[in-house]
């Protein structure tokens, strides 16, 4: 056997023979496109909706709390509506996949961006007169569910709506440049994937928060952009080039 490795060539082949296939779901351009779409959600609802996060809960939790602290009870228990639509939200995405696979028309990632376009040009319709909790309550359901629905590109753990856990590793990758030089260039390209993520995120937030003054209710539909995208290409993927793959289930689940 070790005659096969005697060479760099030879060693870049079996890494290549043996490679993983990673689904169109988990490119990580796709990620990236996902990720754009959650700072964009995020910055939203907390711009436009009520001055709260819909990406994760943990802003949230600390309001509440905050909130309670102060003796303000009914501001506290305001920030249950974002935090149980949340967990609502990862409970369907764990129910509905297995029925969406057994139909083998398409993957239920591809449903749920197809299912956020709607949900989103609904949303950009309601008027700053309606009760924002209907915004917030349908995008964290949203939030929740992409979240829970794509967690692996291409290998490497990713999170498409809050970035924490990306500054997390992007601090684990530095610690493992210095410690470890010879797995320098592996901890170098996973710390810049995490790099673009976060980049990606500001990127959508940025851009709602610059131009909600002008589009106001509709500046939610910036964020149909990357997702149609998203769509286009899964769909795609779905009835063409991975139509034999459709048992396949997407890594980490």
């Known amino acids: 056997m070790q005659d096969k490795f005697q060479t760099e060539q030879h060693k870049e082949l079996h890494k290549e023979l043996h490679k993983e296939y990673y689904l169109t779901c988990e490119k990580y351009y796709i990620f990236e496109l996902l990720t754009i779409a959650g700072g964009m959600m995020g ?65 239920w990632d591809t449903m749920l961006v197809g299912i956020e376009i709607v949900v989103l040009f609904l949303i950009g319709l309601m008027p700053f007169s309606w009760p924002d909790q209907i915004a917030q309550v349908l995008i964290n359901f949203l939030c929740a569910m992409q979240f829970n629905t794509f967690r692996q590109a291409e290998g490497v753990p990713m999170a498409t709506t809050f970035v924490t856990n990306h500054v997390r590793q992007i601090g684990i990758s530095i610690a493992r440049i210095i410690r470890h030089h010879e797995q320098e260039a592996e901890a170098r390209a996973k710390m810049i994937k995490h790099v673009k993520i976060i980049l990606a995120f500001f990127f959508g ?7 909600s003054p002008y589009f106001h209710e509709e500046t939610i539909w910036l964020a149909i952009i990357p997702l149609t995208i998203c769509f286009c290409i899964m769909l795609q993927s779905d009835l063409i080039y991975e139509r034999a793959m459709m048992d396949i289930t997407p890594h980490g689940h």
Do not use: C, D, W
């Open 43 to 107: 910055l939203y609802t907390y711009n436009l909706r009520g001055e709260v996060f819909s990406n994760a809960q943990t802003g949230n939790i600390v309001k509440m709390a905050a909130a309670v602290g102060r003796g303000e009870f009914g501001q506290g228990f305001y920030y249950l509506i974002p935090f149980t639509a949340y967990i609502l939200g990862t409970i369907i995405s764990e129910i509905l996949p297995q029925k969406v696979k057994n139909t083998h028309f398409i993957r």
């Open 205 to 211: 937030g940025a851009v709602v928060t610059f131009l």
